[in-house]
């Protein structure tokens, strides 16, 4: 979802913007297929719980991307390329979470970790880039432009962030 969400900004394709909130539920139906697979399946606690916080990790980023796309919509901003730095990011974070999700059959955690290190390091380029951009963004004078974007980058940042848990829980 979040490289759909990079694409769509990108582009600025307002239809494909607003098939996130499809993707949103399917999301939703499949994680309540997982949870229900989870509760049926024979591992220890220990694995279980792992699971679980990783299924409601990528739940929360699913719920953010759906919450950005809300934003923009109802705040009527349509050009998002000014936010394609932080999209960018924010793709190549997903992606390299996947990647470390995809590298658990082979338990090695040499392949796994640096993909983790790398959403940690990209979390601290958003935050970075979120806080540049908002300081650009106070020296305007028309409040309510203000105050719409500056929603926007919180929503941008809480989609880092949910993407960094879900690192962590990987880690």
């Given at each position: 979802?979040?490289?759909?969400?990079?694409?769509?900004?990108?582009?600025?394709?307002?239809?494909?913007?607003?098939?996130?909130?499809?993707?949103?539920m399917?999301?939703r139906?499949?994680?309540?297929?997982n949870?229900?697979?989870?509760l049926?399946?024979?591992?220890?606690?220990y694995?279980?719980?792992?699971?679980?916080?990783?299924i409601?990790q990528?739940?929360?980023?699913?719920?953010?991307?759906k919450?950005?796309?809300l934003?923009?919509?109802?705040?009527?901003?349509?050009e998002?390329?000014?936010y394609?730095?932080?999209?960018?990011?924010?793709a190549?974070?997903?992606?390299?979470l996947?990647?470390?999700i995809?590298?658990?059959?082979s338990?090695?955690?040499?392949i796994?970790?640096?993909k983790i290190?790398?959403?940690?390091?990209?979390?601290?380029?958003v935050v970075?880039?979120?806080a540049?951009?908002?300081a650009?963004?106070?020296?305007?004078d028309d409040i309510?432009?203000?105050?719409?974007?500056?929603?926007?980058?919180?929503q941008?940042?809480?989609?880092?962030?949910r993407?960094?848990?879900s690192?962590?829980?990987?880690?």
């Open positions: 979802m979040v490289e759909e969400l990079y694409q769509a900004c990108v582009d600025e394709d307002k239809n494909r913007l607003a098939s996130l909130s499809t993707a949103a399917q999301a139906k499949l994680k309540a297929k949870m229900g697979q989870l049926d399946v024979f591992i220890t606690p694995d279980k719980e792992s699971i679980y916080r990783m409601t990528l739940d929360w980023v699913t719920l953010s991307v919450h950005f796309v934003e923009t919509d109802l705040y009527d901003i349509h998002l390329a000014e394609e730095p932080i999209l960018r990011t924010l190549t974070m997903a992606i390299a996947e990647k470390g995809a590298s658990l059959p338990k090695t955690l040499g796994i970790a640096p290190d790398q959403v940690h390091d990209l979390y601290d380029e970075e880039t979120c540049k951009t908002t650009t963004l106070l020296a305007q309510k432009h203000i105050i719409r974007h500056k929603d926007i980058l919180l941008l940042k809480e989609i880092a962030k993407l960094h848990i690192a962590n829980t990987l880690e």
